[in-house]
């Protein structure tokens, strides 16, 4: 477990950093905080991708405000304080960077108070419990820190409601209300695994199997799937992110499957997940706050993934467009203030956005500095795996497709 006392004094450390004014030239340098390494090197490679896309692009186009831009990269590896900390050095040493820009870097963003601390524009996804915990007691501490992602309550409970939907509509038969949860310990796995434990208890489901599991790479799921086929639920659900893990524990449900709809936090929308599953995967569900909404009432999404192919002959998942999106809000925020070392003021003229971006209307709460979420916000999106594909089937009104009771289920 990361003690505050490490926190603290990563925090400390970087927050020593020299507070001298920015020396810009014509060239705007854009920091991305990025996994390159580690288990959650595949989302570190779609940061990296999407920032220079973006930045690519506005280069192209002539520059804003008389300036054009340079990404600049630093790894957080495995997300541990000591090695977001150097990164984070490295990138606040720079006089010329204009922002930061990241899906996540440490898994409880103590990097934000020196974000804050140095004024620098931080843009991040993911974590969003951690930034509204860090943000929410004094908002006008933070001016240059935003979050695209929004609150993570609705990955807590619309699960319930979302699958007794499908209950009613005669699309999905279960055996029983009985639910297994297995989830990784970190704060975004545990986070969520907690919340949806409640929800279902609240909802009057048994929770027949609760385990957590040490955080990092996972060969073998067969322990707690032996528990899960002694007494088979409804609904098995596992909050590991990273994606080699629950490709492994897709592959090994497959091995002797459950009559068990199969729920899996995240890690299905990475390709590398659907690299490796291939046809054990068709039949799982996931959602997403956040994701591009690729439906034809939000054309963005579309045209920012048409970019992201074209440019590097991949399917993207969830950070590439997230990391394009960032920079080009950014990019607005410039084009009215005009000078980039005027980083507190162009941090305001973000937490002013209010615009369709891939992800649905993007927005952000005063309060949280986080993304408003919801019908006038940004969507909580479930996808099913269908031979290979992602087929969104909620909310109704962007949906691209039905939900289909899997093969396995009898």
Not at 180 to 206: C, L
């Amino acid at each position: 477990m990361i003690t505050r006392r490490v926190l603290l004094g990563a925090a400390s450390a970087i927050a020593l950093l020299s507070t001298s004014a920015p020396a810009f030239a014509d060239v705007v340098k854009l920091g991305v905080l990025a996994p390159l390494t580690g288990p959650a090197s595949a989302d570190g490679q779609e940061v990296v991708n999407g920032a220079k896309l973006a930045a690519e692009e506005l280069n192209a186009a002539g520059g804003v405000a008389g300036h054009t831009f340079a990404v600049v990269v630093a790894d957080v590896g495995d997300g541990s304080p000591d090695k977001v900390a150097t990164a984070v050095e490295r990138l606040l040493g720079d006089p010329d960077m204009g922002g930061v820009f990241s899906a996540y870097a440490s898994t409880t963003n103590f990097e934000i108070e020196t974000m804050a601390e140095q004024d620098m524009v931080y843009l991040i996804g993911a974590n969003s419990q951690q930034t509204q915990d860090i943000i929410a007691p004094a908002p006008d501490d933070f001016p240059t820190v935003w979050s695209l992602t929004p609150s993570y309550d609705a990955y807590n409970t619309e699960i319930v409601p979302v699958v007794e939907e499908l209950v009613k509509a005669g699309k999905l038969q279960l055996p029983n209300r009985k639910v297994a949860i297995i989830s990784s310990d970190n704060p975004y796995s545990k986070g969520i695994a907690d919340g949806m434990t409640k929800a279902f208890e609240e909802a009057g489901w048994e929770i027949s199997v609760n385990e957590l599991v040490p955080f990092g790479e996972i060969g073998d799921w067969r322990a707690f799937l032996g528990k899960v086929r002694q007494d088979p639920p409804a609904l098995l659900i596992n909050t590991d992110y990273l994606p080699g893990n629950a490709a492994t524990f897709m592959t090994q449900f497959m091995e002797k499957p459950t009559n068990s709809l199969v729920f899996i936090q995240y890690a299905p929308s990475v390709p590398e997940f659907l690299d490796l599953t291939k046809e054990k995967s068709s039949g799982v569900l996931y959602n997403l706050l956040g994701g591009m909404l690729l439906s034809p009432s939000n054309p963005r999404a579309q045209e920012v993934t048409d970019k992201y192919k074209a440019k590097f002959n991949l399917e993207p998942g969830t950070y590439g467009p997230l990391l394009y999106e960032e920079v080009m809000i950014y990019a607005d925020a410039l084009a009215k203030v005009k000078d980039p070392g005027q980083r507190k003021e162009i941090g305001l003229e973000i937490g002013r956005t209010d615009k369709q971006t891939g992800q649905g209307r993007t927005r952000f709460d005063p309060a949280t500095h986080l993304a408003v979420q919801g019908g006038d916000g940004v969507p909580l999106q479930f996808f099913q795996i269908q031979d290979g594909k992602r087929v969104l089937f909620h909310p109704g009104k962007y949906a691209t497709g039905e939900f289909v009771q899997p093969a396995w289920m009898k």
